[in-house]
């Protein structure tokens, strides 16, 4: 089983601070996602990420995968209280054997922006 | 486009009692999976269906859990007995997944999940 590491666990930060969440893996990903979660719902996609090196820009979020596929980050600028939510990371599989697109997460880092 | 149904929302059972949770995935999506969430922490797969056949049930606990997606289409996941530590969010998500094996998109859609206490 692959397995994805996030830290940090837990971010608390006043408004208007910058943060980098990250997440890591000794395996290699075909391609590697960003959720936001918010209380009583469902994880969100946000971003998908497929090839080494790419960066993604999403508004203040700006997401980078690392070149050998292994790890990622999200960089938060200027945070803002509706931000707050967890954050989740997610490694897809492709196809190949019986991977069949199996898409395993990260524990999540649980971001708090404080007014 | 309907999002991924689930129902109930909420469940209140107690151990060694039966529950049964419902999902209906977006048209067209091939795969569909079923999550357990443990508060603040990130979902854990329990069973990946692609169309009506099981691809990786590796981590369902399959004395008590059972699941079936007899026509490819929704979903029923089932608890018998439920333990005090299945007490969690279950969550169903569903991929399109179509393609070749280099283009497969994995990215999942998410249902709200039900929130399953075990007293």
């Known amino acids: 089983t692959q397995l994805l590491e996030q830290s940090p666990q837990f971010l608390s930060i006043q408004e208007g601070e910058n943060l980098t969440v990250y997440c890591n893996s000794s395996?290699?990903?075909?391609?590697l996602q960003w959720y936001r979660q918010e209380p009583g719902e469902g994880p969100v996609l946000l971003v998908t990420v497929v090839t080494g090196g790419e960066v993604k820009k999403l508004k203040r979020l700006t997401f980078q995968f690392g070149d050998a596929r292994k790890d990622s980050s999200l960089h938060i600028t200027a945070a803002q209280p509706g931000d707050t939510g967890l954050y989740l990371c997610a490694g897809g599989e492709n196809a190949g054997g019986t991977s069949y697109g199996k898409l395993t997460f990260g524990q999540g880092t649980i971001l708090t922006v404080h007014p | 486009e309907a999002g991924v149904a689930q129902s109930p929302r909420y469940k209140i059972i107690e151990k060694r009692q039966s529950v049964a949770f419902w999902c209906n995935p977006i048209s067209g999506h091939a795969t569909l999976y079923w999550y357990q969430q443990i508060l603040g922490q990130g979902p854990k797969l329990l069973i990946q269906?692609?169309?009506?056949?099981?691809?990786?049930d590796s981590q369902l606990p399959k004395d008590r859990f059972s699941a079936e997606r007899l026509k490819g289409v929704d979903s029923t996941l089932k608890i018998q007995p439920a333990k005090l530590e299945d007490s969690a969010v279950y969550l169903c998500?569903?991929?399109?997944?179509?393609?070749?094996?280099?283009?497969?998109?994995?990215?999942?859609?998410f249902g709200q999940g039900t929130r399953l206490t075990v007293v």
């Open positions: 269906f692609q169309n009506n056949g099981v691809v990786d």
């Open positions: 998500a569903s991929s399109r997944n179509r393609g070749t094996a280099k283009t497969w998109n994995t990215e999942a859609f």
């Open positions: 395996s290699v990903f075909s391609s």
